[in-house]
């Protein structure tokens, strides 16, 4: 099930730069978008999202921008710290239905000091 | 912040041996969810529930896998004779109301089946 994809398993960032972090997705009836973080030995944990009738959504220092045209979504954090340090998944679903998450396989973000 | 409980958060089982994996989810959420995410693989979805039935549910989830809500705070998973390939993180998820709303996850229950 290649729906949702996030091509680059891992990310290194200085601290206190932008971590961009990117997913792409194939099924065009997703319309609600999230990023989650998780960290070992827990779940994940809700970060932000987007539906699919905005193209910006923003949190203090998250970021989520959709490009419905090229299917692609996208998470900047800035400044990066060093807390950020964790692996992020992508996901969607389609808001019609049983709200069934489709994941990414994740980024693993590292921040350096 | 209220969050999603699951215990245990490891469970060894023989093959063949059912097992309840065990949700507290988010009082006043009225949607739950499992998932599973084995070794180095996503995290997928198995099932979906409610109002006392099932939503909708993956090809995963075949007729060893059943939920229920036994009471007004538990949500469980059983598998009825477990495979070495259940082995994996088991997820359980809440969310309020539908549309438009995250899911909130627990700390999941790690299955090893021997």
């Known amino acids: 099930d290649q729906q949702v994809k996030q091509n680059s398993p891992s990310l290194s960032v200085q601290e206190g730069r932008i971590s961009i972090l990117n997913c792409d997705y194939t099924?065009?009836?997703?319309?609600?978008f999230l990023w989650y973080k998780k960290y070992p030995a827990e779940g994940p944990t809700f970060l932000i999202s987007i539906s699919s009738i905005k193209d910006k959504n923003e949190d203090g220092r998250f970021t989520v921008f959709l490009n419905k045209s090229a299917k692609h979504l996208s998470l900047h954090i800035v400044p990066s710290q060093p807390g950020d340090s964790a692996v992020y998944f992508c996901?969607?679903?389609?808001?019609?239905?049983?709200?069934?998450?489709?994941f990414g396989q994740g980024t693993r973000l590292t921040i350096n000091p | 912040e209220p969050e999603v409980t699951q215990t245990p958060s490891h469970q060894v089982t023989q093959m063949g041996q059912e097992v309840i994996l065990r949700c507290v989810p988010i009082?006043?959420?009225?949607?739950f969810y499992w998932y599973r995410q084995i070794l180095g693989q996503k995290v997928e979805f198995l099932v979906s529930f409610y109002n006392n039935e099932i939503s909708e549910k993956s090809e995963i989830f075949d007729d060893q896998f059943s939920v229920e809500r036994p009471d007004g705070s538990n949500f469980t998973l059983k598998i009825r004779s477990t495979k070495l390939e259940d082995s994996a993180m088991y997820f359980c998820?809440?969310?309020?109301?539908?549309?438009?709303?995250?899911?909130?996850f627990g700390d999941g229950t790690r299955l090893s089946i021997l």
């Open positions: 099924n065009s009836m997703f319309d609600y």
């Open positions: 998820a809440s969310s309020d109301r539908q549309g438009n709303q995250p899911q909130h």
């Open positions: 009082s006043n959420h009225l949607y």
């Open positions: 996901a969607a679903e389609r808001i019609q239905g049983a709200q069934k998450l489709v």
